[in-house]
């Protein structure tokens, strides 16, 4: 198929499968049935592309919080009970439904977060691959360790928390709900998932999906809502045992403070300024290639994004060069055509907030190497009839790829999250001041090493405040390994068993071989 006519068919699709949440508001999904909110209340959800409306959308209060809570209550301890091998079987059956469903996810995701359609299509497929992962699983999650003392066989075992919270941003929602939401249903936890309202749309799919894949109502609901109403609600009830949050490190400081009477568990992946560092003995072009990628893809609104490139002084200028004739090449354009890499942003204001970045890397004294206005040949239609046509794109929700060089550490410019298309490149001499600077920072959560010598690969990756490092590589997941981040980036890890210990408590049970001696109080 050529680009034009793919391009016309994910258009065609995307309109499709838009037509019924254009036709009803989305609603949440409590106890297996679509509910309006209990107040009545809706807020407009609005595409990226165009700002056009696509339909509105339940808003939640603490009412629909109760109400979804206390499905999740009710039905957690026949999910805790079920036992895992048809657990396994029901989240097998609900990856092959979002599998069945992924090209309808993905242009969804698309229109509703501006995220490029090459990009959300692969999302869709990981969000049924961490099904599977978790799914196998299941079985075993509960299984513990025996640990035999002289007198005493302890053994220990693992069961679901309870009810559980999952709060998402809207940078790739669909896959990231997945992330948190299969590990937490293996595990045999129930779930309220309050997705971000500039993102809604793809929460309801999953919740149906898993609804037609047999997984029993209220095991996973949604509410709908303002993270200051619902998100909070949910933060705050007393019937939540924990809360699974991705978002700003600012937000999850709140909700450290709104869950501290309740005393929820809490699991934190939060913001980053992720450190690049090139050194000049590195593979230049595969390390250029990678720089880009990690971004410039997801419209640079991902948390593992390298924000901050940290390039030895000899290869400065060279290496700056070479990211330049790439990133001139990189299409900005309409998320659903299958050539572009950055679509509009996820907001009118997160866009001007990421534009802002220019006039402050000029007054810190950076140089601004890219960051040119879109080509206005991108916004010659109209806006009026929100038919999210090529050509009829909103001014306001698209930047291009931003590139600040001669930056120092200590600039706004490199310490800030900006999330968006934007990288800050800072000079260093030796390998003591490339972990220095890559260690100045209040965030913690990923870096990328390039070097071929090895012993300075290990030394640096060792050396680096950091949950996760990936040495001469872009960040590739492989699902068993840790996620999460350290200081202001997040607090506990996903990924394999990592995730089964948020997600259940561990038990001890200690039997005596009646050997040992019982000190005898009163005679
Ligand atoms: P955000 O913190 O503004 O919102 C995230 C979610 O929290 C939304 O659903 C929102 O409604 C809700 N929320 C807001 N205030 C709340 C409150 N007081 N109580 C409860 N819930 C509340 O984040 P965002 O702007 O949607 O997402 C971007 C951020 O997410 C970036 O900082 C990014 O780095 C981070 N992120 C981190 C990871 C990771 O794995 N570390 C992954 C993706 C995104």
Redesign the pocket.
Same mark, same amino acid.
């Given at each position: 198929m050529t680009t034009a006519a793919s391009f016309e068919k994910n258009l065609t699709d995307a309109k499709q499968h838009l037509a019924r949440f254009k036709a009803e508001p989305a609603l949440h999904l409590i106890n297996g049935e679509p509910t309006a909110s209990v107040a009545g209340e809706i807020f407009a959800n609005r595409s990226p592309i165009d700002n056009s409306h696509l339909g509105d959308v339940a808003s939640g209060t603490a009412h629909d919080i109760d109400a979804a809570a206390a499905a999740a209550r009710d039905s957690s301890e026949r999910w805790r009970n079920t036992p895992g091998e048809q657990r396994k079987r029901i989240l097998h059956n609900v990856a092959d439904a979002i599998e069945a469903r992924a090209s309808e996810i993905a242009v969804l995701e698309s229109v509703d977060t501006g995220q490029a359609i090459r990009f959300m299509s692969a999302a869709a497929l990981r969000g049924a691959e961490n099904f599977r992962f978790f799914a196998d699983r299941a079985p075993t999650a509960s299984d513990g360790l025996a640990l035999p003392s002289a007198h005493h066989l302890n053994y220990t075992s693992r069961r679901a928390i309870g009810p559980v919270g999952v +709060? $998402?941003?809207?940078?790739t929602p669909f896959m !990231?709900s997945t992330w948190k939401i299969a590990p937490a249903l293996a595990a045999g936890c129930t779930v309220v998932h309050?997705?971000?309202?500039?993102s809604p749309i793809s929460a309801n799919v999953l919740a149906e999906a898993a609804l037609e894949a047999g997984l029993p109502p209220g095991v996973l609901n949604v509410v709908h809502g303002? =993270?200051?109403t619902a =998100?909070?609600a !949910? $933060?705050e009830h007393p019937d939540i045992a924990a809360v699974a @949050?991705? *978002?700003?490190?600012v $937000?999850g400081s709140? +909700?450290q403070t709104?869950s501290a009477p309740t005393l929820k568990r809490l699991h934190f992946? !939060? =913001? *980053?300024k992720n450190p690049v560092i090139v050194f000049d003995d590195a593979d230049l072009e595969r390390a250029a290639d990678a720089v880009i990628f990690m971004i410039y893809s997801l419209n640079g609104e991902r948390?593992t994004s390298s924000s901050r490139l940290l390039v030895q002084r000899s290869i400065h200028d060279d290496f700056i060069e070479a990211l330049t004739a790439k990133l001139r090449r990189i299409v900005v354009g309409h998320p659903l055509d299958p050539d572009t890499v950055i679509g509009p942003l996820i907001h009118p204001d997160h866009c001007e907030k990421v534009r802002s970045y220019i006039e402050l890397a000029e007054a810190e004294g950076a140089t601004v190497v890219a960051g040119r206005p879109p080509d206005a040949s991108l916004f010659a239609g109209s806006l009026a009839d929100g038919s999210l046509a090529k050509g009829n794109l909103a001014p306001r929700n698209f930047v291009t790829p931003m590139l600040f060089s001669n930056a120092r550490n200590d600039m706004r410019i490199a310490q800030e999250?900006i @999330?968006g298309p934007v990288l800050t490149a800072i000079a260093f001499d030796s390998e003591d001041e490339a972990v220095a600077l890559a260690n100045d920072t209040d965030y913690g !959560?990923a870096a990328y090493i390039w070097t071929s010598d090895v012993g300075r690969a290990h030394r640096v990756a060792d050396a680096l405040d950091v949950g996760m490092v990936w040495v001469n590589s872009q960040n590739v997941r492989h699902l068993p390994t840790p996620f999460g *981040?350290m200081k202001r980036? *997040?607090i506990g890890r996903d990924g394999g068993d990592w995730s089964f210990d948020f997600y259940m408590e561990t038990k001890n049970v200690a039997v005596a071989y009646e050997s040992h001696t019982i000190p005898k109080l009163g005679g």
């Open positions: +709060i $998402t941003p809207w940078n !990231l309050k997705p971000a309202e500039w303002m =993270g200051e =998100g909070r !949910l $933060t @949050f991705v *978002g700003e490190s $937000t709140l +909700i709104q992946e !939060l =913001g *980053g948390c999250e @999330f !959560l *981040g980036s *997040g």
